[in-house]
Every structure is written in structure tokens, then in C-alpha cells.
């Protein structure tokens, strides 16, 4: 079932307002617009966008409720992402890519990581071990599978916590990091306080470990 469609509203500086008339947009205006329009051509291509054209001087009114008063004004889902100046169009991606993980499940198997970690290779690993098809996604390369992850991730572990690499879903199913991927496929996953917390999930962070951590941390000292 596709999701619906996220809303992106760009308002120009163009329309009527009493006597006043504008029929030719601003330069940023018609900027924005191409920005717009080359992003959803590629980097967005895949994703269900209802794209809106409205003329500010005629409905200023719109966006003002927003905090929209700048044109060129582009909102995405009510919300004003940018005003004032051209689009930069890595805002207009992660905005866009963050209203459609939220509306749309993961399906397949997936691990989001980058070349340089450890626990994403260790991960890695336990799914080429255990004969498991997976889609691989850089977060370092490719912005647009960092702004799916962070939007995916965040509603679960809350806004305070970091969130780190990998991240791994499973038939649909969020799985967390290395050791527990490791753990779900029967693997023995040794406590390492040295990981750090890439390969730690919500669950791992209870009292008895911190204190375990802290435990090691003094006798190190000592």
C-alpha cells in the first residue's frame, strides 16, 4: 500500500493585493522553484510529493500563521522549512524523506552503517554468516539513508539519545545494533564496554550495566 502523498508548498513573489500587482517572480523565487523540481527528479524520485505553486501577494495570509512572511516561502506538511532566500535542497531532502519513513514501514532487510565502523562490518558479518539478504546503506555517502534512519530511529529511542551506526531491521522488524542482531541470530555476544555505544541499544543502557561500566572504568584507574 503506497503512503500518501507529502505536501510541499512553495509561495512565490508574484499575485495581487489591492492595486499592487506581480506577475514576474523574484530571481530567488524562480530559483527555488528549479531546486524544487531538479530534487524531486532525483532525489526524491521514488517518494509520492504533492507539489503546490502559490502566489504570496494574493494569499500572504497562508503562511504568515506558520511563521511564514519572506517569500520565497517553502513549507512542507504546514510546516516552513525555508524562507527569504534560494532553497538549499539538502533541508527540502531530509524534510521530505522524514514525513514519508514516518508514514511508511520498512519492509525487507536493512542495515544502515558507514565504511569505517567496526560494529557495522561485525554486523555485516553475522548476516553474510547466517546466509541473510540484506540491503546495505552508507549514511556517510548518501545523505538520504541518514535523514530515513534518524527519522525512523528517533520516534523510538527518544530525541535526547545518540543515534549511531549500525541501525538494522529485519523483515520489516527493528533490530538495533551489532549485538543485538548478534543475539537474535544465536550468536555469543561478549560484553565490550570498549564498543562505546555504537552497538548499544535503549535496552542495554539499565542501571547494573552503567554501573558495570562504571565498575571497569575504576578498576582501570587503580
Not at 24 to 33: F, N, V, W, Y
Not at 124 to 134: F, P, Q, S, T, V
Request: charged share 20%; proline share 7%; hydrophobic share 35%.
Amino acid at each position: 500500500m503506497e503512503s500518501s502523498p507529502v505536501c510541499i508548498t512553495l509561495y512565490r513573489w508574484a499575485g495581487t493585493f489591492g492595486p499592487f500587482r506581480i506577475r514576474i517572480p523574484c530571481g530567488e523565487c524562480s530559483l527555488t522553484q528549479d531546486v524544487i523540481g531538479d530534487t524531486l527528479e532525483n532525489e526524491l524520485s521514488d517518494i509520492p510529493v504533492n507539489f503546490q505553486i502559490r502566489d504570496w501577494l494574493s494569499l500572504w495570509w497562508q503562511p504568515l500563521k506558520k511563521g511564514g512572511w519572506h517569500a520565497p516561502i517553502v513549507m512542507v506538511e504546514g510546516r516552513v522549512i525555508s524562507q527569504g532566500n534560494a532553497l538549499n535542497r539538502g533541508v527540502l531532502t531530509e524534510a521530505v524523506i522524514g514525513h514519508h519513513a514516518r508514514r511508511s514501514p520498512v519492509t525487507g532487510n536493512h542495515l544502515f552503517g558507514k565504511a569505517t565502523c567496526p560494529h557495522c562490518r561485525r554486523a555485516k558479518a553475522y548476516l553474510d554468516e547466517a546466509g541473510i539478504r540484506y540491503i546495505y546503506h552508507d549514511v556517510v555517502k548518501d545523505p538520504r539513508p541518514l535523514y530515513e534512519m534518524l527519522a525512523r530511529v528517533k520516534p523510538m529511542v527518544g530525541p535526547r539519545t545518540p543515534i549511531t551506526v549500525p541501525q538494522i531491521w529485519l523483515e520489516g522488524i527493528y533490530i538495533g545494533g551489532a549485538d543485538q542482531l548478534g543475539r537474535r541470530l544465536g550468536r555469543t555476544v561478549e560484553p565490550n564496554p570498549e564498543r562505546g555505544q555504537s552497538s548499544l541499544s535503549i535496552e542495554d543502557l539499565t542501571l547494573k550495566g552503567l554501573l558495570s561500566i562504571f565498575r571497569l572504568n575504576q578498576s582501570a584507574t587503580t
